[in-house]
């Protein structure tokens, strides 16, 4: 046989030989018509047999006259050998390779237009069917599906009905008509000859194993099929040694051994694609030139196994490289660098001998090179040679050597960076072509376009005429194409040939030399024939990201791709070469910033954790040169700032967030500390000076435009935010970036860069993406004018030109893949568009080529995209492209800045309501971004209600804020989370202008003369005594330092419904057994501050009362909780004043201890002050008479000092905390109570017999004159009686006296008389007011004016006799009772006991439950009002101690001028406007707020009648009282001129005789009558019922699985929200190309000028590409702690419920989305670490079986052993999810943190987590004792563990967990 080759050949080279023999098969060949289109050199020397048995099947099949399908795997072997065969017979050749774009005429027919007419031109299968020719169609799998029938009878019958109305028939009958017609005749009809000559060769791959289109059976019927397998291993083996001779024969063989293993069933089977057996000879050719290189490092060339394939993958590959010795040996190396490189010269095209260094050798090797001057390696100026990049290159230029390269690396690693300095190194010119995804076939060879005479044309594409004139082609994003448009690009790339659409053909140059020296024809005559030679030194170096491995979609690196290229990896920088790019771009980079910054990202590379990847994969090497670049310039800016400026950390889904935090943390990167100074906007000020523009630090020139009118001018109201980021871009804009903002919408991003534009006098082009954005629309539009294609240049294009700034909106709208060729022009500054221009930076590059546009050095681009993620589920640009720009996260502006700006927008708004407005969105935007609420609602929002207030101010707040919440009006879950918002920060949303519930009035009694006091006139004739004082210095212990504690206060503001008197309320994180013993305001400058101290333990609670958090101190350790077992510490607090701002003395009143606490400075002093001696005796049990009882008074503690006495004690210590000095005064009578009636004079009460005395001390007691107090008695004497009899007085004990006086006028009013005097007003037991006129300031007897109480206020006290001995219990230590001097008012809170019940409420209202009643008494309008305080939510059990506080479950304090603070014993702060001129101010803001909503309207139309109004008059009286309208006679009609009447001309006034006017009232509308309601209720009962009856579950049943589910009800229903959008995502409708009807497809208009029919697009659901895999489901399990523990301290924190709810929801939730998501949920528990709770196959169906497994957990739970299989459990999870085919991988584990218990230490947990980096595991603590679960997450990976301490959190984290995952990958 192989003899007879020979001969064969022999014959062959003699040109008059008749046929060609192979075996037994003989051939007669013919001369062929075309010579140029037979194929040349395709015939090696030496054929394999196997192939000469392939050539003699196909020969008998063209003997048989019979069509062939050459089958096999990918590579060039199948067309090389039907093109052996036609070099063999000497056939011309039509060859079209098939893509996704081919259409019908591409085979068959194109129209064209020529001088103004449409021709049909004949393509490749017509051609070859009329000249006999041989059709090779390769690439079957790739046409779409109908294309290729229309081949079908040309196959089968040789006919075909073509457009032009010929008809193509078979030789034989064309030949039998020929006999009874003549050829003319036959021509008349159109009928034409298909030359007997004519065959199809198709060659194609097996499609079940390759992804493709699977053949069409009629199709598949017509061929006859031969499967061309590789070649045998002998005949590869004798190849490969002739290749390789300097190569080891046994190195060789076991290469080839490897790859054929790989190529094996057993290899596919494992999903490894095939092996390239094809390029194993380039391979061989590199290691003959380098045969001490590394065999291993060669196929990693070939077969980037590393990257391409997963674990399993790599560890079988590694194996079977074991198997054959192929691991590297300590001999074999790598290459080092290169040396040098000269010009070759001796050749005819350009050469380069390059000197590679390997080993400690040298060794030169001849490449193709570029006409240019080659640059020495390291002289490019931007390039930066690290080791890994000199050794990258040296590889490169091997692989040059003999294949096209292409070059993989992640983004930003510097790809393009490397492939340039391989040009320049080599002289090449480089030829960039960007590569998106819906780039087709036409846009890669050739695109048309029109002559100026209107015929169309085709223009090679950039590609083509690279490859005509010797360029390096950059294919950048070769990963995004689609598979089946590179088909086009095969031949090119394995043969150097490649046929066009014109008809024209290149060559590879030795087959073009041989051709023309065949034919002895000169290269014009060639041209004429459309032939032309491939430039030999044109290569192509594709650019790609690396495969995303186990990825459906992202797969690109497939078998057909592996034998086009050789695969280098550009590895990321390792740190010390990152390190060394970044120290030589940016020399003065910080030092420290730069370590720290680059030991951050190598750690969050390195992880395996895909959170922290995909951070890592954007702080590419690019973005980290931005940073520095930034960091060089600014050098005290914040490197916190610049990474989560650089990961977008404002948007990053929460758990990524945290993840970022954590590292951030760990790498001791903190946000900068002066970051906590409010920033002024003084600081941020812009301002335009002498040609130059400063914001903040920063100031640019301003730029001088030619066109004011693309300026953008806008309203714009400086806010602090807005400056802080308009000074960060330009930052950014003068280290020339370009920017992209991002943020969700309406938070002012065009505002901010029209701002921007407008400040630096920049014109802008302006342009908006979309959904149906295309490459072609963003860079030109074309039409049609006068049958020319015109092209218009887009915003874009005119940016460039004239150096404008772009501004791309909208960017995330418009899919990834249009917006990637943003990348080349930013990146490169390259760009080529559609009409052959192109874009280029420097103009050096220009030298007088047309069609070039130079970038103006002024081009910026500004991008706005919204941010990624839910809700807005645009295109991930960021994700995509973010590493090109600059990006700032652009904000809401912080509160108060929102404030400034409102207040700008709506001047005339009441601030109150501007507040509300701002507090409220504050909280719904702090709710979407936890994912409570899917919408954020933006500034815009409330920018339109304030503009609507401010134009109609008598509108209601609350029917406004109804314009931006009415879209959520339907929507239940979401408007209850709105209206409770809303309502929380008091806008009434809901409710009338009637609904008003203030306290009822009743009336006060009459005042009564209760007689004078007077001053020192005693009846023992005693005027005064003196009183001695001393002086000590207090002794100071400490500072402590304490913790103080913040936590968020939820303040709801209270008038949300109705209006009452309490303005708003927030709780107290009081425990159970807390007691409040104290309440104190401070007043400093408009600032209320509250202080609350709580005992047992002694705890102190302090906030300012309109600020968002409140401190907690524990005084725990300080005070013991009790003593002997009745010591109840009871402590009081006074706070100080200036200079003393924020700090409080605290003084417990039976072991005397005074303790200063600064909150400021968070320090703690105890002062010891001298009092006398403490009494020997301690109190023992027996004798609990001795308890004493200090006293603090604190009336003047806002001056700085203080008086304690002991009661029943004789001194009296003056604390002065400013001096820290005491001065004690010693008394002669035994003290009862002090009041501090003024600074220089107290009133004291003696102790037995409450005599009352006046103490005066001089203003200041100087030490040196121990000055000398006087004491005074003050005697009460009643009016006298008449008789001159005195009677004898009870002395009643005040509660409370006021320390300052009315005002005259509140005095005047109260005493009903003129009059003007110092005067206290004070309260007792017996009275609601005393007015005391004249005390204390005048000597002379003070009247006193009463209003009685009926009876006295705690007589019931004083019958209770306690058990052991007779003695009187003690009345409560807190009075309640306070003094309003402006609002001249008493307030206090009683029992439900002393208030009168049944006058304040209906006879038939049962008086709620109250905490007690504040009483107001007010004198001036006396008048007594009974506020009712609701219930505490809880009550501290120790009742007793209690009742000794106080008597009621509240307690009172003033806060500020009109009302006063109420704390319960719950913890329920509430704040109380008693002020009637306050409550009438605010419930006239508060109808304001709501609005007038039921004001009857009428239309009116204003008629001008043109006649003057002459003066008003009423207008007759109709008797009959008809309705008129106008005519200027009757009145009450609705509108005459001047007449009265609804909405006249002019007249005096409106006037309404009483006509409706209708419209339906807002009470109607809520009458719904009854009995309508009544039956939809018994409806849904109705059903209700049905559906129990149905599942057969009892009523019972049904109600405790609605305790759960009711309660994760909400989160179910956001989840399911979520989960149908990413169902909706999924069903994105993509273009349909080449359809009949639709819209103009842009890249078809010439088509259509021709008048071709299939030229349109449309939008319709995409097939997914045969063979591409299956999308699967996403596999879920829930791992849920069902141990004892969680029985057990269920009771504790409610663990075990909680559990339940979240198997609850996770059940509920993801009902009805088996297809996308399937679950089941496992147990562990002590028994068993596998309880199967819902097996995937068993999904539960309805409520009741969702039931059973609930109640299977919790008796598994009540009954299981002790014990812990947590880990087990999630061990056997993770290990057994993934045993299924699913897209993603979830393992979440509920358990409680009990590990410790159980000795199960917390590393070994977080190794199991992250086990499989397949599975997303995630574990959520619930419940632990103490702060096991804080201590634990420590130690896990961040993201990856949760605690929900509260419960409720549980739904919220899962709804984390899922939509930060799912969303990234769906």
Request: with cysteine.
């Given at each position: 046989m192989r003899c007879k080759a020979l001969a064969l050949w022999a014959s062959f080279s003699n040109p008059r030989g008749d046929t060609v023999n192979i075996g037994d098969v003989s051939y007669k060949l013919k001369t062929p018509k075309s010579p140029e289109l037979v194929p040349q050199n395709y015939i090696s020397d030496s054929l394999a047999q196997s192939v000469v048995q392939h050539l003699r099947w196909i020969m008998q099949k063209d003997l048989l006259g019979q069509d062939v399908f050459l089958i096999g795997p990918p590579g060039p072997l199948r067309r090389s050998i039907a093109m052996q065969y036609l070099e063999l017979t000497k056939r011309e050749v039509e060859y079209i390779a098939l893509s996704r774009d081919t259409t019908e005429t591409d085979l068959k027919q194109r129209r064209e237009i020529r001088s103004g007419t449409a021709f049909y031109i004949d393509q490749c299968a017509v051609r070859a069917a009329t000249e006999g020719r041989t059709l090779i169609l390769e690439g079957l799998e790739k046409a779409e599906r109908n294309v290729l029938p229309v081949l079908n009878n040309l196959l089968e019958n040789r006919e075909m009905q073509l457009e032009d109305g010929r008809f193509l028939m078979s030789a034989e009958r064309y030949?039998?008509?020929?006999?009874?017609?003549?050829?003319?005749?036959?021509?008349?009809?159109?009928?034409?000859?298909?030359?007997?000559?004519?065959?199809?060769?198709?060659?194609?791959?097996?499609?079940?194993?390759?992804?493709?289109?699977?053949?069409?059976?009629?199709?598949?019927?017509?061929?006859?099929?031969?499967?061309?397998?590789?070649?045998?291993?002998?005949?590869?083996?004798?190849?490969?040694?002739?290749?390789g001779a300097n190569v080891s024969a046994e190195k060789i063989s076991q290469l080839l051994s490897f790859a054929t293993t790989l190529c094996s069933q057993e290899s596919s089977t494992l999903g490894l694609p095939d092996f390239p057996l094809d390029s194993l000879p380039a391979a061989v050719q590199i290691l003959d030139s380098f045969p001490m290189m590394s065999i291993k490092q060669a196929i990693q060339w070939l077969y980037p196994y590393t990257i391409l394939l997963g674990h399993e993958g790599k560890m079988a590959v590694e194996s079977v490289l074991k198997r054959f010795e192929l691991q590297d040996s300590k001999s074999s190396l790598l290459p080092k660098e290169i040396v040098r490189v000269e010009r070759v010269t001796e050749n005819l095209f350009p050469q380069a001998s390059v000197t590679v260094r390997i080993a400690e050798k040298e060794v030169t090797i001849k490449v193709p090179a570029g006409p240019r001057p080659f640059s020495q390696t390291c002289a490019s100026e931007r390039f930066i040679q690290t080791l890994s990049h000199k050794q990258l290159l040296a590889e490169m230029m091997q692989s040059h050597m003999v294949k096209d390269i292409c070059l993989i690396g992640g983004k930003g690693c510097g790809k393009t960076v490397i492939a340039k300095n391989f040009a320049d190194t080599l002289g090449y010119n480089i030829e960039p072509i960007m590569l998106y995804q819906d780039m087709t076939a036409r846009d890669l060879l050739q695109q048309r376009y029109t002559l100026p005479n209107g015929d169309t044309a085709w223009r090679s594409s950039p590609l083509v005429n690279a490859a005509l004139e010797g360029k390096l082609v950059l294919l950048d994003g070769i990963h995004r194409v689609n598979a089946g448009t590179l088909a086009v690009l095969q031949r090119l790339i394995h043969d150097r040939e490649l046929s066009l659409y014109d008809g024209s053909r290149l060559l590879r140059e030795d087959r073009y030399m041989h051709l023309k020296k065949e034919l002895q024809m000169s290269d014009e005559q060639l041209q004429k024939r459309s032939i032309f030679p491939v430039h030999p030194s044109f290569r192509i170096i594709a650019l790609a990201e690396p495969p995303v491995i186990g990825s459906t979609t992202q797969q690109w690196l497939g078998p057909e791709f592996l034998t086009m290229f050789f695969f280098h990896y550009m590895k990321p920088l390792v740190k010390s070469e990152e390190i060394q790019v970044i120290k030589e771009m940016v020399p003065n980079m910080p030092q420290e910033a730069l370590d720290k910054l680059l030991s951050f990202t190598h750690k969050l590379r390195e992880t395996q954790d895909p959170t922290a990847q995909s951070l890592a994969a954007s702080l590419s090497t690019r973005q980290l040169l931005r940073i520095s670049r930034r960091l060089s310039q600014y050098p005290n800016e914040n490197l916190h700032g610049a990474i989560t400026k650089a990961c977008l950390s404002r948007f990053l889904p929460s758990l990524a967030r945290s993840a970022l935090e954590k590292n951030l943390a760990d790498a001791s990167i903190e946000i900068s500390i002066d970051n906590h100074l409010e920033p002024e906007l003084e600081d941020y000020k812009c301002e335009v000076a002498s040609g130059s523009l400063r914001i903040g630090a920063v100031s640019a020139p301003i730029y001088n435009a030619h066109e004011k009118m693309k300026v953008p001018d806008v309203l714009f109201y400086d806010n602090i935010q807005h400056m802080i980021v308009m000074e960060d871009m330009l930052k950014d804009f003068l280290l020339g970036e370009h920017l992209l903002l991002v943020g969700n919408q309406g938070v002012g991003k065009n505002k901010i860069v029209d701002r921007f534009l407008h400040l630096l006098n920049r014109p802008r082009e302006y342009i908006q993406l979309h959904r149906d954005t295309t490459v072609q629309t963003l860079t030109l539009q074309p039409s049609v004018k006068d049958g020319l294609i015109v092209y218009e240049d887009s915003p874009l294009v005119k940016a460039v030109k004239l150096g404008h700034v772009l501004v791309v909106d909208e960017a995330d709208k418009a899919p990834t893949n249009v917006t990637c060729i943003l990348k080349t022009l930013v990146e490169n500054g390259e760009m080529i568009l559609a009409d052959g221009r192109r874009i280029v930076t420097n103009s050096a590059d220009v030298d007088g080529r047309e069609n070039v546009i130079v970038i103006h050095p002024d081009f910026k681009m500004i991008v706005l995209a919204n941010r990624p993620g839910f809700p807005f589920l645009g295109n991930d640009f960021f994700g995509t492209l973010g590493d090109i720009f600059s990006c700032h996260a652009v904000d809401n502006p912080k509160p108060h800045a929102e404030l400034e700006m409102l207040r700008q927008y709506g001047p005339n708004v009441p601030e109150p309501i501007l507040q509300k407005l701002v507090a409220a969105f504050g909280e719904l935007r702090s709710l979407a971004d936890q994912g409570i609420i899917s919408y954020p609602y933006s500034t815009r929002e409330v920018v339109n209600i304030v503009r609507h207030l401010q134009k109609f101010p008598t509108e209601g707040l609350s029917s406004v804020v109804r314009n931006v919440f009415d879209f959520d009006s339907y929507n239940s879950d979401m408007r209850e989370i709105l209206v409770n918002t809303l309502h929380k920060h008091g806008i009434p949303i809901g409710a009338k202008p009637t609904t008003v519930q203030l306290a009822k009035e009743l009336p006060l009694p009459e005042q009564t003369f209760m007689g004078y006091w007077t001053i020192g006139q005693s009846r023992s004739g005693m005027q005064k005594l003196l009183c001695p004082a001393e002086t000590h210095h207090i002794d100071i212990k400490g500072p402590a330092l304490i913790n103080i504690q913040e936590y968020p206060i939820e303040r709801h503001e209270g008038r949300s419904q109705t209006f009452t008197e309490e303005c708003a309320s927030w709780r107290l994180p009081l425990d159970e057994i807390n007691i409040i013993c104290d309440v104190a305001v401070s007043h400093e400058n408009e600032e209320n501050t509250l202080y609350v101290v709580a005992c047992n333990p002694v705890s102190l609670y302090f906030m300012n009362m309109a600020g968002k958090s409140g401190y907690f101190v524990d005084f725990f350790d300080l005070f013991p909780r009790t003593a002997s077992g009745i010591w109840h510490p009871f402590v009081t607090v006074a706070p100080l004043g200036n200079p003393l701002k924020g700090q409080v003395i605290l003084h417990e009143q039976q072991s005397n201890v005074i303790l200063l606490l600064d909150t400021v400075g968070r320090a703690l002093h105890r002062l010891i002050l001298p009092l006398e001696e403490v009494t020997s005796k301690r109190p023992s049990w027996w004798n609990k008479e001795e308890a004493v009882t200090y006293k603090m008074c604190k009336e003047f503690s806002h001056k700085n000092w203080l008086?304690?006495?002991?009661?029943?004690?004789?001194?009296?210590?003056?604390?002065?905390?400013?001096?820290?000095?005491?001065?004690?005064?010693?008394?002669?009578?035994?003290?009862?109570?002090?009041?501090?009636?003024?600074?220089?004079?107290?009133?004291?009460?003696?102790?037995?017999?409450?005599?009352?005395?006046?103490?005066?001390?001089?203003?200041?007691?100087?030490?040196?004159?121990?000055?000398?107090?006087?004491?005074?008695?003050?005697?009460?004497?009643?009016?006298?009686?008449?008789?001159?009899?005195?009677?004898?007085?009870?002395?009643?004990?005040?509660?409370?006296?006021?320390?300052?006086?009315?005002?005259?006028?509140?005095?005047?009013s109260a005493v009903g008389q003129k009059i003007a005097s110092p005067n206290r007003i004070l309260s007792d037991e017996s009275s609601y007011a005393t007015v005391v006129v004249g005390f204390p300031d005048l000597m002379s007897p003070s009247e006193v004016y009463s209003w009685k109480r009926p009876s006295y206020l705690h007589k019931s006290r004083v019958t209770d006799t306690a058990f052991y001995g007779g003695k009187k219990s003690e009345a409560p230590k807190?009075?309640?009772?306070?003094?309003?001097?402006?609002?001249?008012?008493?307030?206090?809170?009683?029992?439900?006991?002393?208030?009168?019940?049944?006058?304040?409420?209906?006879?038939?209202?049962?008086?709620?439950?109250?905490?007690?009643?504040?009483?107001?008494?007010?004198?001036?309008?006396?008048?007594?009002?009974?506020?009712?305080?609701?219930?505490?939510?809880?009550?501290?059990?120790?009742?007793?101690?209690?009742?000794?506080?106080?008597?009621?479950?509240?307690?009172?304090?003033?806060?500020?001028?009109?009302?006063?603070?109420?704390?319960?014993?719950?913890?329920?702060?509430?704040?109380?406007?008693?002020?009637?001129?306050?409550?009438?101010?605010?419930?006239?803001?508060?109808?304001?707020?709501?609005?007038?909503?039921?004001?009857?309207?009428?239309?009116?139309?204003?008629?001008?009648?043109?006649?003057?109004?002459?003066?008003?008059?009423?207008?007759?009286?109709?008797?009959?009282?008809?309705?008129?309208?106008?005519?200027?006679?009757?009145?009450?009609?609705?509108?005459?001129?001047?007449?009265?009447?609804?909405?006249?001309?002019?007249?005096?006034?409106?006037?309404?005789?009483?006509?409706?006017?209708?419209?339906?009232?807002?009470?109607?509308?809520?009458?719904?009558?009854?009995?309508?309601?009544?039956?939809?209720?018994?409806?849904?009962?109705?059903?209700?019922?049905?559906?129990?009856?149905?599942?057969?579950?009892?009523?019972?049943?049904?109600?405790?699985?609605?305790?759960?589910?009711?309660?994760?009800?909400?989160?179910?229903?956001?989840?399911?929200?979520?989960?149908?959008?990413?169902?909706?995502?999924?069903?994105?409708?993509?273009?349909?190309?080449?359809?009949?009807?639709?819209?103009?497809?842009?890249?078809?208009?010439?088509?259509?000028?021709?008048?071709?029919?299939?030229?349109?697009?449309?939008r319709g659901e995409l097939e997914p590409q045969l063979g591409s895999p299956q999308q699967k489901p996403k596999r879920l399990r829930l791992v849920v702690d069902v141990s004892g523990s969680m029985y057990r301290f269920n009771g504790v924190d409610g663990r075990l419920e909680r559990s339940m709810e979240a198997v609850c929801m996770v059940m509920e939730a993801f009902e009805n989305y088996e297809e996308k998501f399937k679950y089941d949920i496992a147990g562990h528990s002590g028994d068993d670490y596998n309880i199967p709770l819902v097996p995937v196959n068993k999904i539960p169906k309805d409520n009741k079986q969702r039931l059973e497994i609930l109640k299977t957990m919790h008796a598994h739970a009540q009954f299981c052993m002790s014990g812990d299989h947590t880990l087990k459990g999630t061990e056997h999870a993770i290990r057994e999810i993934v045993k299924e085919e699913a897209d993603e991988y979830f393992v979440i584990v509920l358990s409680d943190a009990n590990l410790s218990r159980y000795g199960i230490h917390p590393s070994k947990f977080a190794q199991i987590l992250t086990s499989n980096p397949q599975v997303n595991a995630f574990a959520i603590f619930i419940g632990s004792l103490g702060d096991q679960a804080a201590r634990l997450q420590r130690n896990l990976p961040a993201g990856r563990s949760f605690i929900a301490m509260d419960t409720k959190d549980i739904p919220q984290i899962l709804q984390q967990i899922f939509t930060s995952t799912m969303l990234s990958s769906v």
């Open positions: 030949d039998k008509l020929l006999q009874d017609h003549t050829k003319t005749e036959l021509d008349a009809w159109k009928i034409v000859r298909v030359s007997e000559n004519f065959r199809v060769i198709a060659l194609g791959l097996p499609v079940p194993k390759y992804p493709g289109n699977p053949l069409d059976p009629p199709l598949r019927s017509r061929f006859q099929a031969r499967d061309i397998y590789y070649l045998p291993f002998k005949d590869q083996l004798k190849l490969l040694y002739s290749v008086v304690f006495y002991k009661e029943k004690g004789n001194n009296l210590t003056v604390l002065d905390v400013l001096e820290g000095r005491t001065h004690t005064i010693s008394l002669p009578i035994n003290l009862r109570t002090v009041f501090l009636v003024a600074e220089d004079k107290w009133l004291l009460v003696e102790s037995n017999t409450n005599q009352k005395y006046l103490l005066t001390k001089p203003a200041h007691i100087e030490s040196e004159d121990s000055g000398v107090c006087q004491l005074y008695v003050l005697n009460e004497e009643p009016p006298s009686t008449g008789f001159g009899v005195k009677q004898e007085t009870n002395f009643s004990l005040p509660h409370k006296i006021s320390s300052d006086q009315l005002s005259s006028e509140n005095l005047s807190q009075s309640n009772c306070v003094t309003l001097i402006d609002t001249n008012q008493i307030v206090r809170i009683l029992p439900p006991g002393e208030v009168p019940l049944k006058d304040i409420y209906p006879k038939d209202v049962t008086p709620p439950q109250t905490s007690g009643y504040i009483e107001v008494t007010d004198l001036q309008s006396k008048k007594l009002r009974y506020i009712p305080i609701p219930r505490s939510e809880s009550l501290s059990p120790y009742t007793t101690w209690l009742s000794t506080i106080s008597d009621t479950d509240a307690l009172l304090a003033e806060s500020g001028k009109g009302g006063v603070v109420s704390v319960d014993m719950g913890g329920c702060v509430r704040l109380w406007e008693t002020g009637l001129e306050h409550l009438q101010r605010s419930l006239a803001e508060w109808r304001n707020m709501i609005g007038q909503d039921d004001r009857q309207m009428q239309i009116t139309i204003n008629r001008d009648s043109g006649e003057d109004v002459s003066s008003p008059k009423h207008g007759k009286e109709d008797p009959d009282n008809m309705p008129h309208v106008g005519g200027n006679t009757w009145a009450g009609g609705t509108g005459g001129r001047d007449t009265a009447g609804l909405g006249g001309k002019g007249g005096p006034y409106r006037l309404d005789a009483g006509h409706t006017v209708y419209q339906v009232s807002e009470a109607e509308k809520d009458a719904v009558p009854e009995e309508v309601k009544r039956a939809a209720r018994e409806m849904g009962q109705k059903v209700f019922q049905q559906r129990l009856k149905e599942i057969q579950m009892s009523e019972y049943d049904a109600a405790t699985y609605e305790r759960f589910s009711g309660a994760v009800r909400r989160q179910v229903h956001s989840l399911r929200i979520i989960l149908d959008n990413l169902q909706a995502k999924g069903k994105e409708r993509q273009w349909l190309r080449h359809q009949a009807t639709g819209e103009l497809d842009d890249a078809k208009i010439i088509d259509g000028l021709t008048g071709e029919k299939a030229i349109y697009k449309r």
